[in-house]
T-cell receptor
Framework: QKEVEQNSGPLSVPEGAIASLNCTYSDRGSQSFFWYRQYSGKSPELIMFIYSNGDKEDGRFTAQLNKASQYVSLLIRDSQPSDSATYLCAVSAGGGNKLTFGTGTQLKVEL | GAGVSQTPSNKVTEKGKYVELRCDPI?????LYWYRQSLGQGPEFLIY????????DSGLPNDRFFAVRPEGSVSTLKIQRTERGDSAVYLC???????????????FGPGTRLTVL
């Protein structure tokens, strides 16, 4: 069983719609949760981080964390074609804050 | 520049050769991480430094891989006797601290694409 699991996609949504990206993790000791965006051929870019149960909003992005269910999600409102990328979920269980990544979900926002 | 830099951006080598990959972290960041990303996969942790010392090298795949950070800033990842399976993008990241919270957020460099023929 992978430590961090994501649906690889592609997830296709029309422009202006809400994109919902999901991630589950296996280590109950995980403390910090990150969403990175990665364009093809580029390095990961931090979008959101969340540490506490509940929702955290930043502009068009909302991260949701449910530690009891070991589930973290990212919602992108008013999706734009420029949001088309791979979204990586990353988890840290402390111990130096090294990150364990999922395989990423490819998002395609269609005109 | 203000971000993490990595050199070279691309490295092509032959099986059995030795390579060095360099990372220059964000100024003032004490924590430095190396990850490896294969096609279609997420980055995989290799090693991290807190200051000059390697605090956790549990992700290094075998003893052909070694990394140093002698002055607590620039780091070099060294791969001996390269194999075709070593081909990947090697990513470096840095953060202010190794603890959680905002200051522990890792910022990635552009990566070095290593191809072993």
């Amino acid at each position: 069983q992978k430590e961090v699991e994501q649906n690889s996609g592609p997830l296709s949504v029309p422009e202006g719609a809400i994109a919902s990206l999901n991630c589950t993790y296996s280590d109950r000791g995980s403390q910090s949760f990150f969403w990175y965006r990665q364009y093809s051929g580029k390095s990961p870019e931090l979008i959101m981080f969340i540490y506490s149960n509940g929702d955290k909003e930043d502009g068009r992005f909302t991260a949701q964390l449910n530690k009891a269910s070991q589930y973290v999600s990212l919602l992108i409102r008013d999706s734009q074609p420029s949001d088309s990328a791979t979204y990586l979920c990353a988890v840290s269980a402390g111990g130096g804050n090294k990150l364990t990544f999922g395989t990423g979900t490819q998002l395609k926002v269609e005109l | 520049g203000a971000g993490v830099s990595q050199t070279p951006s691309n490295k092509v080598t032959e099986k059995g050769k030795y390579v060095e990959l360099r990372c220059d972290p964000i100024s003032g960041h004490t924590a430095l991480y190396w990850y490896r990303q294969s096609l279609g996969q997420g980055p995989e942790f290799l090693i991290y430094f807190q200051g000059t010392g390697a605090a956790d090298d549990s992700g290094l795949p075998n003893d052909r891989f070694f990394a140093v950070r002698p002055e607590g800033s620039v780091s070099t990842l060294k791969i001996q006797r390269t194999e075709r399976g070593d081909s990947a993008v090697y990513l470096c990241a840095s953060s202010s601290t190794t603890s959680g919270g905002v200051r522990g957020t890792q910022y990635f460099g552009p990566g070095t694409r290593l191809t072993v023929l």
